[in-house]
């Protein structure tokens, strides 16, 4: 029965597999006394090799021949064939016969074999050969040895396919697999699928293992209601293993062609990516030249020292809305052109900043661009323990840059001291601090004079851990219970003379009602007299993950909340805005719950009740059920009282033999909207895969772009057609490919 093996090693494995042989006829050739074959004068002894056959003859040590049943032997590697001579002074073998070589699993048969192993040059005629690391296989009119580990086909036919199935395979008039940079470059190709030729090339080139390789990647077609037909050529570029490069254009049958540049690097002390893209002349847009630039880097200087750099910009507002089928690209607002450096102790750090924005406006919804901290200076210290105290101070300088508004400069200290009291039962935490802070305006901006604030802030939070065991669903766990309560006290100050520069009003959750201001930012301190009661209780298996959590907590206010993002300062951005937090003496009850309890179900869901009006403010619940690799389903509904009712379902899942449906339908109630729509199928052979994916996204207020991908996926070769995997992988939490391609044609 014939074993798989691979072509790769054959010319390294013939090289030591003829240095010596054993042999029965001593007559013939001298024998060392441990039965091996002594090496010709001038010749290097290496590993035994062990001839068997049914008749052995040797002839003045120039030449072995080996009839009947010859099996050559060395380790992990042997020769079977009818017939055999070996040629001690030329290093040279001859088989013939059902000639077949084998080592490490790999095989190569055919009629006759010859070999130079002092050259590694030769020929097997008409070989089927099959190469275990990438299980790939073929036959061929003939195969070269071209030098160490350097294989030449001509007229082969190459597959990944099992033996049996011929559903597709590469036709070539010369195919050269280099095993040194695991590289098959075939001439004169054509790919022929369910015995249709569906593609010719002059050249084409794949990689044979999983290593990555410079070349042209697989091409991608497809067509989108914004730009037509598209067609995509990439050139990766493996410079060094720490660093490559990817070119590309990217015809638009609409628009023109769009040329793409990405850069990537990883060094001892730094890392980074550069990519930049260009539509020169777009045929839609009045021939206006469109681009974008991203460049992301990361610096450590030593000693503590580091710095960032990440600008982002695009030519116009509608770039990504036009050029990007992601909606993660879609939704961007604001584009950052950031850069910093942060210098660290162990106990203390400060991070000088600058951050400026590209705002991209929807027509349909337009808004104020943020201001810009231009620049930002941050110092931050805390030391532990210093006689039983924490001690920490949060400081920051920020010079605020906008084009339109008030601008001015904002100092911000916050010395506070906590005394942690900690048990394994129980922890009981006070903390004291003062807020001041600072302002100073540009008198070019507005006639508001400089100010401050001094807020002194206090606290005390306090909580209980109880335990016990419990079983759930036939499952034994620990079961916690773990009331808290917080206490906070902030007096009221008249904030309404400072301007907004970076707050707004903090989303409500479990963890935020337990933090000391309702609002982001440094612009507004809210007063507060109020305790916060919450409950959480967890499920805990046997190792000690956690396999459920349930939050429940509310906010009972004493004194109600005054303080307010209106602003009296001229030119402010929410100058006369309704920015007033609710004024009711309980605050919402939030609760949350996430479990895993049921095998293969991810559950999550969330809660804002405002028990006041009995309404209830937001809700959101979300499940996931995957029972294995391949199979999963997504089901989410979240909900807002004041602009938020969307429905989420999305899947992938078997039909009926190798076919797979994959969908999604992401829908706005509020809109009466579809925000997103998938809808396709893969089916999964043994050796490739066949993807059509229909998807629609809206980019923008009324805007939507359609797109339709289909894909052939040859195992171990190439991808033909357009790509759907970054759309499915995004679009369905959990998605995962079919296939299991034993290498990849991408970087």
Same mark, same amino acid.
């Given at each position: 029965?014939?074993?798989?093996? /691979?072509?790769?090693?054959?010319?390294?494995?013939?090289?030591?597999?003829?240095?010596?042989?054993?042999?029965?006829?001593?007559?013939?050739? $001298?024998?060392?006394?441990?039965?091996?074959?002594? %090496?010709?004068?001038?010749?290097?002894?290496?590993?035994?090799?062990?001839?068997?056959?049914?008749?052995?003859?040797?002839?003045?040590?120039? $030449?072995?021949?080996?009839?009947?049943?010859?099996? !050559?032997?060395?380790?992990?590697?042997?020769?079977?064939?009818?017939?055999?001579?070996?040629?001690?002074?030329?290093?040279?073998?001859?088989?013939? +016969?059902?000639?077949?070589?084998?080592?490490?699993?790999?095989?190569?048969?055919?009629? $006759?074999? $010859?070999?130079?192993?002092?050259?590694?040059?030769?020929?097997?005629?008409?070989?089927?050969?099959?190469?275990?690391?990438?299980?790939?296989?073929?036959?061929?009119?003939?195969?070269?040895?071209?030098?160490?580990?350097?294989?030449?086909?001509?007229?082969? @036919?190459?597959?990944?396919?099992?033996?049996?199935?011929?559903?597709?395979?590469?036709?070539?008039?010369?195919?050269?697999?280099?095993?040194?940079?695991?590289?098959? =470059?075939?001439? #004169?190709?054509?790919?022929? &699928?369910?015995?249709?030729?569906?593609?010719?090339?002059?050249?084409?080139?794949?990689?044979?293992?999983?290593?990555?390789?410079?070349?042209?990647?697989?091409?991608?077609?497809?067509?989108?209601?914004? @730009?037509?037909?598209?067609?995509?050529?990439?050139?990766?570029?493996?410079?060094?293993?720490?660093?490559?490069?990817?070119?590309?254009?990217?015809?638009?049958?609409?628009?023109?062609?769009?040329?793409?540049?990405?850069?990537?690097?990883?060094?001892?002390?730094?890392?980074?990516?550069?990519?930049?893209?260009?539509?020169?002349?777009?045929?839609?847009?009045?021939?206006?030249?469109?681009?974008?630039?991203?460049?992301?880097?990361?610096?450590?200087?030593?000693?503590?020292?580091?710095?960032?750099?990440?600008?982002?910009?695009?030519?116009?507002?509608?770039?990504?809305?036009?050029?990007?089928?992601?909606?993660?690209?879609?939704?961007?607002?604001?584009?950052?052109?950031?850069?910093?450096?942060?210098?660290?102790?162990?106990?203390?750090?400060?991070?000088?900043?600058?951050?400026? *924005?590209?705002?991209?406006? #929807?027509?349909?919804?337009?808004?104020?661009?943020?201001?810009?901290?231009?620049?930002?200076?941050?110092?931050?210290?805390?030391?532990?323990?210093?006689?039983?105290?924490?001690?920490?101070?949060?400081?920051?300088?920020?010079?605020?840059?906008?084009?339109?508004?008030?601008?001015?400069?904002?100092?911000?200290?916050?010395?506070?001291?906590?005394?942690?009291?900690?048990?394994?039962?129980?922890?009981?935490?006070?903390?004291?601090?003062?807020?001041?802070? *600072?302002?100073?305006?540009?008198?070019?901006?507005?006639?508001?004079?400089?100010?401050?604030?001094?807020?002194?802030?206090?606290?005390?939070?306090?909580?209980?851990?109880?335990?016990?065991?419990?079983?759930?669903? +036939?499952?034994?766990?620990?079961?916690?219970?773990?009331?808290?309560?917080?206490? !906070?006290?902030?007096?009221?100050?008249?904030?309404?003379? &400072? %301007?907004?520069?970076?707050?707004?009003?903090?989303? =409500?959750?479990?963890?935020?009602?337990?933090?000391?201001?309702?609002?982001?930012?440094?612009?507004?301190?809210?007063?507060?007299?109020?305790?916060?009661?919450?409950?959480?209780?967890?499920?805990?298996?046997?190792?000690?993950?956690?396999?459920?959590?349930?939050?429940?907590?509310?906010?009972?206010?004493? @004194?109600?909340?005054?303080?307010?993002?209106?602003?009296?300062? %001229? @030119?402010?951005?929410?100058?006369?805005?309704?920015?007033?937090?609710?004024?009711?003496?309980?605050?919402?009850?939030?609760?949350?719950?996430?479990?895993?309890?049921?095998?293969?179900?991810?559950?999550?869901?969330?809660?804002?009740?405002?028990?006041?009006?009995?309404?209830?403010?937001?809700?959101?619940?979300?499940?996931?059920?995957?029972?294995?690799? +391949?199979?999963?389903?997504?089901?989410?509904?979240?909900?807002?009282?004041?602009?938020?009712?969307?429905?989420?379902?999305?899947?992938?899942?078997?039909?009926?033999?190798?076919?797979?449906?994959?969908?999604?339908?992401?829908?706005?109630?509020?809109?009466?909207?579809?925000?997103? +729509?998938?809808?396709?199928?893969?089916?999964?052979? /043994?050796?490739?895969?066949?993807?059509?994916?229909?998807?629609?996204?809206?980019?923008?207020?009324?805007?939507?772009?359609?797109?339709?991908?289909?894909?052939?996926?040859?195992?171990?070769?190439?991808?033909?057609?357009?790509?759907?995997?970054?759309?499915?992988?995004?679009?369905?939490?959990?998605?995962?490919?079919?296939?299991?391609?034993?290498?990849?044609?991408?970087?």
């Amino acid at each position: 029965m014939m074993r798989k093996f /691979c072509l790769q090693p054959i010319a390294f494995s013939l090289l030591y597999l003829l240095s010596h042989a054993s042999i029965a006829d001593e007559d013939a050739l $001298k024998l060392k006394p441990d039965g091996r074959l002594n %090496p010709p004068p001038g010749q290097q002894e290496a590993l035994p090799i062990f001839i068997e056959a049914e008749s052995i003859e040797g002839q003045d040590e120039e $030449k072995i021949t080996a009839q009947g049943s010859v099996v !050559l032997r060395k380790r992990g590697q042997a020769i079977f064939a009818d017939w055999l001579n070996y040629f001690l002074s030329e290093d040279e073998i001859e088989a013939e +016969g059902n000639v077949r070589l084998e080592q490490r699993g790999n095989s190569v048969q055919g009629p $006759k074999l $010859k070999v130079n192993t002092e050259r590694e040059t030769g020929y097997f005629d008409s070989p089927d050969f099959m190469l275990q690391k990438n299980q790939s296989r073929g036959n061929a009119s003939h195969l070269f040895f071209e030098g160490p580990q350097q294989y030449r086909f001509e007229q082969v @036919n190459y597959t990944t396919c099992p033996v049996g199935n011929d559903d597709w395979y590469l036709r070539a008039r010369d195919l050269k697999i280099d095993q040194v940079t695991n590289v098959g =470059v075939a001439r #004169d190709a054509s790919i022929v &699928f369910k015995g249709v030729p569906i593609l010719y090339t002059p050249w084409i080139d794949f990689p044979t293992a999983s290593s990555r390789k410079s070349g042209f990647l697989p091409p991608t077609m497809g067509n989108t209601s914004n @730009n037509g037909f598209e067609f995509m050529l990439p050139y990766y570029w493996n410079i060094a293993p720490n660093y490559d490069a990817t070119f590309s254009a990217r015809a638009l049958s609409k628009r023109g062609a769009l040329l793409g540049s990405e850069f990537r690097y990883l060094m001892p002390t730094s890392s980074g990516q550069a990519r930049m893209d260009l539509l020169p002349d777009d045929l839609i847009d009045d021939d206006r030249t469109r681009w974008a630039l991203l460049f992301q880097h990361s610096q450590n200087l030593g000693e503590g020292l580091t710095g960032t750099i990440n600008y982002q910009r695009v030519s116009d507002d509608n770039y990504f809305r036009d050029l990007s089928t992601r909606i993660a690209f879609t939704s961007l607002v604001n584009l950052p052109q950031e850069g910093t450096l942060s210098y660290s102790q162990p106990w203390w750090n400060v991070t000088l900043r600058a951050l400026s *924005y590209q705002t991209l406006q #929807d027509p349909g919804a337009p808004i104020t661009p943020p201001y810009q901290p231009l620049p930002q200076l941050t110092y931050n210290a805390a030391r532990q323990n210093v006689g039983g105290f924490d001690l920490s101070l949060a400081s920051q300088y920020t010079n605020f840059y906008h084009d339109s508004l008030v601008k001015g400069q904002r100092f911000i200290a916050y010395p506070n001291i906590i005394y942690p009291i900690q048990t394994s039962y129980a922890y009981f935490t006070p903390k004291i601090g003062v807020n001041y802070t *600072y302002y100073s305006f540009d008198q070019n901006t507005t006639t508001a004079p400089d100010t401050y604030r001094v807020v002194p802030i206090s606290s005390i939070e306090s909580g209980l851990i109880f335990e016990r065991d419990a079983s759930f669903f +036939g499952q034994d766990f620990k079961q916690t219970l773990e009331p808290t309560v917080y206490y !906070l006290n902030i007096p009221f100050r008249d904030q309404s003379q &400072f %301007p907004v520069f970076d707050s707004a009003l903090a989303d =409500v959750n479990y963890s935020r009602i337990f933090t000391e201001n309702v609002f982001s930012g440094g612009d507004r301190i809210n007063n507060a007299n109020q305790l916060t009661v919450g409950i959480r209780s967890r499920l805990l298996s046997d190792n000690g993950d956690e396999r459920l959590r349930f939050n429940i907590g509310q906010r009972l206010l004493i @004194n109600q909340q005054r303080v307010s993002l209106d602003s009296t300062v %001229p @030119n402010s951005l929410t100058a006369g805005g309704n920015t007033t937090p609710s004024i009711d003496t309980t605050s919402d009850i939030v609760t949350t719950l996430s479990s895993t309890i049921i095998p293969k179900v991810l559950a999550e869901s969330s809660l804002e009740y405002h028990p006041a009006h009995s309404a209830i403010q937001k809700f959101f619940v979300g499940t996931r059920y995957q029972p294995e690799l +391949g199979k999963v389903l997504n089901l989410g509904y979240r909900y807002n009282r004041d602009s938020i009712s969307q429905t989420d379902i999305s899947t992938q899942w078997p039909i009926t033999g190798g076919w797979y449906g994959v969908g999604r339908f992401n829908y706005s109630m509020f809109d009466h909207t579809t925000l997103e +729509g998938l809808l396709g199928f893969e089916y999964n052979s /043994c050796c490739w895969t066949f993807r059509f994916v229909v998807h629609r996204l809206t980019t923008a207020t009324s805007q939507a772009t359609t797109g339709a991908f289909l894909q052939l996926e040859l195992n171990g070769l190439s991808k033909l057609g357009s790509n759907p995997l970054t759309v499915l992988s995004r679009s369905i939490p959990g998605y995962t490919k079919t296939n299991k391609p034993i290498i990849s044609n991408e970087p």
